[in-house]
């Protein structure tokens, strides 16, 4: 399984756990930087984009490397193709 999909696996779970707390009223986990980037990419949390500190192509450029896209376009392509599965 290519690194890409692990991710897609991984942060669209996260993305599902997310979206749950919210509902409930209940913070998100403490995950990794990366992960709560990459969580509020798919839920186009801009809040939690601002509270880190990046905008989402901000977000994409550093979450680029982890998923091997080589570029912000197929990165975000990438995240909108992960996003129409939540």
């Known amino acids: 399984m290519a690194s890409a999909d692990r991710f897609a696996i991984d942060w669209l779970d996260k993305a599902r756990?997310?979206?749950?707390?919210?509902?409930?009223?209940e913070p998100w986990p403490a995950w990794s930087?990366?992960?709560v980037l990459?969580?509020?990419?798919?839920?186009?949390?801009?809040?939690?984009?601002?509270?880190?500190?990046?905008?989402e192509v901000?977000?994409?450029?550093?979450?680029?490397y982890d998923i091997g896209k080589?570029?912000?376009?197929?990165?975000?392509?990438?995240f909108a193709n992960i996003r129409a599965r939540l």
């Open 33 to 35: 930087t990366g992960e």
């Open 17 to 25: 756990f997310a979206r749950a707390c919210d509902k409930l009223g």
């Open 38 to 55: 990459a969580v509020a990419v798919l839920l186009r949390d801009t809040a939690t984009l601002t509270r880190l500190g990046y905008t």
């Open 70 to 78: 080589p570029d912000l376009d197929t990165t975000a392509e990438w």
């Open 58 to 64: 901000e977000a994409h450029d550093r979450l680029r």
